[in-house]
């Protein structure tokens, strides 16, 4: 750690009593220039305070808006620190004079995606598994269908010579389609004007989000979440507060304290089939959840990943099908029932909401693919799409129970495991004896990707467990996949 007497020069301040902003612009230059280096912890905003003589509320202001803008991190019973998501280096780093540089931080690599990075390389070595988040199996998808739908649809479109107009006419049409679709198959009360398109769901809430924040707004998100989600939150500025879970999902009940607490903007939720746990959020709750955004005047944004699989009784309406409800903005997409080749994500919200949205995607986005938005409508129309998704429906069910049966076999009372009511993927929590993020790296060791629970925690938190995706693995390469998630827990008792 910097010693701590060499905070005022370290920060270039003068003698006299500085003001919040010289000491925020002297803790951006001493990151920027590489003298305070990503992780290094900060004095407590007292301490500080006394090491620059200045008022306590003056370092509180500094921290606060350098937190803001991406530069600090703090940390929950733990202090505030140079935020682990800036560039390690720079010109002072380096010892290279660049012509200029960016006063943001860099994108950062989670270790998220490290895991997809680890999957491709991986796929060159024969044999090699991974446990996803819980993607469908391209190979079960029509292949003569979609050839045929595909070129149908190129053909229509030069005939036509309505490509000329980019996608704005197959946009409308695939908007028709989706509302039809989402009013009887969801109860969702939409037309094709609530609906704006865009190429995935990542790029969809960083779309809402941009609309809906500014630096230094509250969204609350689950103690367990999507990653990509609060990186797109963090990067516009945003102050994330955790909500925490329990065994029916999110704690809906700690919501109204923590409004009071904060002025909360926007709450971002998986009510359907929470990620990464898969509870499926009861009715109670939903209904409290929807009142307390009526009363705190915050927006709900759910995104609905895997609704079209379900294979116990009927799913839940989503969130958004309230009619009494003003409050929701709602992601879904068709990358799960269809594979991440097709990248379409739709955001529904009020025609108000969704003319600003389109605004926006028109700046940022442009076009979408005018060929593929028609071949999606002409599928959900007529009737392919819900075709496919009952006849892989029945296929991933059984790949769900082979992987059950392989865990219980191999694991025993080491492991807890729920059996979802849908959706594409397993959360299985291990015994203390297995430290799961040994097991992580002991499992690549035998060709077989898997994330750490840690992963999919906010603020990096140890989570003794994993998200074991079964819909893209056969039912041989599931047997393979758990053998090897056992050998290496094993090796982890060998190695004590």
Not at 292 to 302: I, K, M, S, T, Y
Request: net charge positive.
């Amino acid at each position: 750690m910097v010693q701590l007497r060499k905070w005022q020069p370290l920060l270039r301040l003068d003698g006299a009593q500085a003001s919040y902003r010289q000491i925020v612009e002297g803790l951006v230059a001493a990151i920027s220039e590489g003298r305070l280096r990503p992780g290094t912890p900060l004095p407590g905003t007292r301490e500080m305070a006394q090491l620059l003589n200045v008022n306590r509320k003056t370092v509180i202001l500094a921290y606060e808006e350098a937190e803001t803008k991406g530069w600090l991190q703090s940390v929950q019973r733990r202090g505030t620190f140079v935020s682990q998501q800036l560039a390690p280096g720079t010109a002072a780093a380096s010892g290279a004079v660049r012509p200029f540089a960016l006063a943001l931080p860099e994108e950062p690599a989670v270790a998220y995606f490290k895991a997809n990075e680890q999957a491709v390389a991986q796929q060159g070595r024969p044999g090699a598994l991974f446990f996803d988040n819980g993607a469908c199996d391209h190979r079960l998808l029509p292949q003569a269908v979609l050839h045929r739908y595909y070129r149908n649809a190129l053909r229509s479109s030069f005939t036509s010579n309505s490509v000329r107009h980019g996608s704005e006419c197959s946009s409308r049409n695939l908007r028709s389609a989706l509302a039809d679709m989402l009013r009887h198959n969801r109860s969702l009360n939409v037309g094709a004007e609530h609906i704006c398109l865009t190429q995935g769901v990542q790029m969809s809430l960083s779309l809402v989000a941009s609309v809906l924040l500014k630096p230094g707004d509250v969204v609350l998100v689950e103690r367990l979440s999507y990653p990509p989600a609060w990186e797109i939150f963090r990067q516009l500025g945003a102050r994330l507060v955790t909500v925490e879970l329990d065994h029916e999902g999110c704690r809906v009940d700690q919501l109204d304290a923590l409004c009071r607490q904060h002025k909360v903007r926007m709450m971002y939720i998986t009510p359907h089939h929470q990620f990464p746990t898969t509870v499926s959020l009861p009715a109670g709750r939903r209904q409290q959840l929807l009142e307390l955004a009526r009363q705190h005047a915050f927006c709900v944004v759910e995104e609905d990943y895997d609704y079209e699989y379900h294979f116990a009784g009927r799913p839940y309406l989503p969130l958004a099908s309230d009619r009494q409800q003003r409050h929701v903005i709602y992601i879904g997409s068709l990358s799960k029932p269809l594979g991440s080749t097709f990248r379409c994500s739709y955001i529904v919200a009020p025609v108000e909401v969704t003319t600003v949205l389109e605004r926006r995607a028109m700046l940022t986005l442009g076009q979408g693919d005018a060929v593929m938005q028609q071949m999606l409508a002409d599928l959900i129309n007529d009737g392919e799409l819900k075709k496919h998704l009952r006849r892989v429906n029945r296929e991933y069910r059984r790949r769900r129970e082979t992987l059950l049966g392989c865990l219980r076999d191999a694991f025993g009372e080491q492991i807890s495991v729920q059996a979802p009511e849908g959706g594409l993927a397993l959360w299985v929590r291990f015994a203390d004896e297995i430290n799961v993020d040994q097991l992580v790296d002991k499992a690549l060791e035998r060709d077989l990707v898997v994330r750490s629970g840690r992963q999919f925690s906010p603020f990096g938190h140890a989570e003794n467990a994993l998200r074991l995706g079964f819909a893209s693995l056969d039912a041989d390469e599931i047997r393979q996949a758990t053998q090897r998630l056992a050998d290496a827990a094993k090796a982890i008792g060998k190695a004590r």
